[in-house]
């Protein structure tokens, strides 16, 4: 068991300008809409110097967050950490993303679930196909012209709707990004599961999530709060993790014993996933 996460997810914010609905976001309830400065600070603080990869959102869209940049720059202060965000890219103005270069950010997943016009509506996110086409292109030819090093991905999620498009989704992106990857659309627990999947979780390994709260929860897929083990207002990022009800859970999941958790009690995450070699954490 590593004894600190490799991965810190920071829910900034309960905001997000889409509305997919494969996505629960919708339905999140937050009594702290917006996480206040002291608590991502004390989060980035607690884990400085030990080469985290950070991804500063979680129920939410990155861009909505106006602070986004300033989150980054300061995380940016410790020279091991790296800087991960996923985005529909509907909010990504020229201005954005001269703004995420300069404050170093070092990976962006831009979430496009449609290669025609006609699947990304079906897919739940919306009527700018045109524009988010648009954005992504402007900010990889941004990136060309301030010399960044930012990676940037195309995912598409798997979907019924777009499979006779994946191929040209991938030839088309990987042209023009650095990479492109069709991803499994995985279901969120407790929407509509009755039993869950007895098996391990790769998630326990080396990640830790944050509500907008401060409030630690066991997975990034949580949005009801089931599976908490504390709070950073309570305690700091190394105690949580180590802490005997994160223990607890992560020993569970490791054996494959979902039903005695209440979150993963309702969750087939990972259904089709090779365990075969799996040797724990």
Known sequence: MINFPKIIQIETNILCNGGCDFCPQKDAIRETKIMPNEIWQKIVDESRGKEIIYRPFMVNEPLTD???????????????????????????????????????????????DGFSKDSYRKSGRGDDYEQIFENINNFIELKKRMKSD???????????????????????????????????????????????????????????????????VLCCWDNLKKGATGNINEATVEEIWNGELNTKYRGLLNEGKRDEIPLCSKCDGYEHYDFSNWKGY
């Open 150 to 216: 930012v990676i940037i991905f195309a995912r598409m999620i798997d979907m019924d709707i777009n499979k006779n498009e994946q191929k040209d989704f991938l030839e088309y992106w990987e042209q023009r990004a650095d990479n492109a990857v069709i991803v499994p659309l995985y279901q969120w627990p407790w929407t509509g599961q009755e039993k869950p999947v007895m098996k391990p979780c790769p998630k326990i390994r080396e990640e830790m999530f944050f509500m907008t709260d401060g409030t630690a």
């Open 66 to 112: 106006k602070r986004l940049s300033e989150i980054i720059r300061y995380i940016k202060q410790d020279e091991t950490a790296k800087v991960e965000l996923n985005s529909n890219g509907g909010l990504l103005t020229e201005e954005w993303g001269v703004e995420l270069i300069e404050a170093g950010v070092d990976i962006i997943r831009f979430s496009v």
